[in-house]
């Protein structure tokens, strides 16, 4: 009998995308979705394949690969692929094809209580996108106690290594949104809260 050789697995896996290209049209087109998730997001994942192999971070869950390179200051290139495959595969999730509207239930009570209003966690969530220096994200949180708060992370940064809880986000890197808006940042974070947000994801979230 002989023996098959199997290359071995990598620890992490490019999640499917949870809609097809042309979803999320005519906000964000195929072609930046192509770009995106399968050049971009691609590349964090492969990369940081590369990186943890043969290391301890191998064998954790990519969360844990993320807070725990947070706290290494050697591990800062694990960090940033690992952080930026967590977030994007947390964004695609943020987003849905009939997206928009607003949250029910608890999150709904929770941003009236947190921010005054769906229009105030509006603004406090465009303000942090749009006054977001450089490359990051843009998030709506729940922190201690499940108190909610919208604010934006450099490059690879994310909630998760400051434990902070996820409840929706949006990508601000400018290979995001340059081949639909190019430098008209703030039409793509108006047209996303109007049409992409996927509020079913952020109540699932808050819990
Ligand atoms: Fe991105």
Same mark, same amino acid.
């Given at each position: 009998?002989?023996? =098959?050789? =199997?290359?071995?697995?990598?620890?992490?896996?490019?999640?499917?995308?949870?809609?097809?290209?042309?979803?999320?049209?005519?906000?964000?087109?195929?072609?930046?979705?192509?770009?995106?998730? /399968?050049?971009?997001?691609?590349?964090?994942?492969?990369? @940081?394949?590369?990186?943890?192999?043969? =290391?301890?971070?191998?064998?954790?869950?990519?969360?844990?690969?993320?807070?725990?390179?947070?706290?290494?200051?050697?591990?800062?290139?694990?960090?940033?692929?690992? !952080?930026?495959?967590?977030?994007?595969?947390?964004?695609?999730?943020?987003? &849905?094809?009939?997206?928009?509207?607003?949250?029910? /239930?608890? $999150?709904?009570?929770?941003?009236?209580?947190?921010?005054?209003? @769906?229009?105030?966690?509006?603004? &406090?969530?465009?303000?942090?996108? @749009? !006054?977001?220096?450089?490359?990051?994200?843009?998030?709506?949180?729940? /922190?201690?106690?499940?108190?909610?708060?919208?604010?934006? =992370?450099?490059?690879?940064?994310?909630?998760? &290594?400051?434990?902070?809880?996820? $409840? $929706?986000?949006?990508?601000?890197?400018?290979?995001?949104?340059?081949?639909?808006?190019?430098?008209?940042?703030?039409?793509?974070?108006?047209?996303? @809260?109007?049409? $992409?947000?996927?509020?079913?994801?952020?109540?699932?979230?808050?819990?």
């Amino acid at each position: 009998m002989s023996e =098959t050789l =199997t290359e071995a697995k990598p620890a992490f896996v490019l999640a499917k995308l949870p809609y097809g290209e042309h979803a999320l049209e005519p906000v964000i087109s195929a072609r930046t979705l192509s770009f995106h998730y /399968g050049k971009h997001h691609a590349a964090y994942v492969k990369t @940081l394949n590369q990186l943890v192999a043969g =290391t301890a971070f191998e064998s954790m869950e990519l969360e844990e690969v993320v807070r725990r390179a947070a706290k290494e200051a050697k591990a800062g290139k694990i960090f940033n692929n690992a !952080g930026q495959a967590w977030n994007h595969a947390f964004y695609w999730q943020s987003m &849905a094809a009939r997206g928009g509207g607003g949250p029910e /239930g608890k $999150l709904k009570e929770a941003i009236e209580r947190d921010f005054g209003g @769906l229009d105030a966690f509006r603004d &406090a969530f465009a303000k942090a996108a @749009l !006054g977001h220096f450089g490359s990051g994200w843009a998030w709506l949180a729940a /922190g201690k106690g499940g108190r909610l708060s919208a604010f934006s =992370t450099a490059d690879a940064d994310t909630p998760i &290594a400051h434990g902070a809880r996820p $409840l $929706l986000t949006l990508d601000v890197w400018e290979h995001a949104y340059y081949l639909d808006y190019q430098n008209r940042r703030a039409d793509y974070v108006a047209a996303w @809260l109007d049409k $992409l947000v996927n509020w079913r994801f952020a109540e699932a979230n808050y819990g």
